[in-house]
């Protein structure tokens, strides 16, 4: 058992919590996450083999959806190989430089995955309003543009965190409330004045994840003001077809980084793996859909 106060000694050790009060069935608590973890990753890697070698799939909508495939699965890896050496009994202890590498790639792909869905949603408004201009404004060249904006707009304002973190002390308890690391559960064990990544952290939230929330809603209203204007009523039903997928991609969103930031450390752990698993109902859509422009 990990000492669970180290008052007056600077260490660069921390430890890993698993699911509070429930530690003698961690092990059989491992068996349903580890089928889930499984059936997530499988479902996302057959979006990507299936977008990558259908030709009908070879559109827009389908390359956001991949790319979405991929940010989940990398938003998820950190979390879930830090819970089963925990579930696992292998160890608790994770160094610190190994934690903020963890803690970012956490939370940049959770921007990551906010800003790919505020992506799709504009494919969308374009494919509905803009149908015979959607292959000329989206090329591969663009939508490759946007998956690294997306990836180096999330990553770039959380350095600033990272260059705190490193001269920051932790004389106080280092055990961990979760089983990976996560950046407000870093500082509040440090004993230097966190004010500045208190603020600066709600400021990226609200600046990304915010903003992109925003962008995602604005862009539907005008994709529903476009759809309502369609006089046939089956116009209507195929445009709102068209947006249907990625309408239920953004409602997950609107829960994706707040899951993270604000549940219990139980739920925490079990949605993390679960961020992977909506892959294989996305599977289905993308084996049986095709393509629908106005």
Not at 148 to 177: K, Q
Request: proline share 5%; aromatic share 12%; hydrophobic share 50%.
């Amino acid at each position: 058992m990990a000492p669970s106060n180290f008052s007056g000694i600077v260490s660069s050790t921390f430890y890993l919590t698993g699911i509070p009060g429930y530690e003698e069935f961690h092990h059989w608590i491992s068996i349903p996450f580890c089928l889930i973890y499984i059936v997530g990753v499988t479902g996302n890697c057959s979006i990507l083999h299936i977008v990558r070698t259908d030709p009908r799939l070879h559109e827009p909508m389908y390359y956001f959806l991949a790319m979405l495939s991929l940010t989940d699965m990398a938003m998820s890896l950190p979390a879930t190989v830090s819970l089963f050496r925990v579930l696992w009994s292998i160890s608790r202890e994770i160094q610190f430089n190994l934690c903020v590498v963890q803690m970012f790639l956490i939370h940049t792909f959770s921007f990551t995955e906010s800003s790919v869905l505020l992506a799709m949603a504009l494919d969308r408004y374009v494919a509905i309003c803009h149908p015979l201009r959607y292959a000329t404004i989206l090329t591969p060249k663009l939508i490759a543009k946007i998956g690294i904006a997306a990836l180096l707009r999330s990553a770039i304002p959380l350095i600033p965190l990272l260059v705190r973190l490193a001269f920051f002390s932790f004389c106080r308890s280092h055990v961990l409330s979760h089983s990976y690391c996560l950046h407000q559960d870093i500082i509040r064990l440090a004993c230097n004045d966190i004010r500045f990544n208190v603020i600066y952290g709600m400021v990226v939230i609200l600046m990304l994840w915010g903003m992109d929330s925003l962008g995602i809603l604005i862009t539907y209203v005008f994709i529903l003001h476009s759809v309502l204007r369609i006089a046939s009523r089956e116009g209507r039903l195929k445009a709102l077809n068209t947006c249907a997928s990625p309408h239920l991609c953004c409602a997950y969103s609107i829960c994706a980084y707040d899951r993270v930031v604000y549940c219990p450390p139980f739920w925490q752990t079990f949605l993390s793996l679960c961020s992977c698993l909506h892959g294989s109902y996305l599977l289905n859509g993308a084996t049986s859909a095709q393509p629908n422009h106005l």
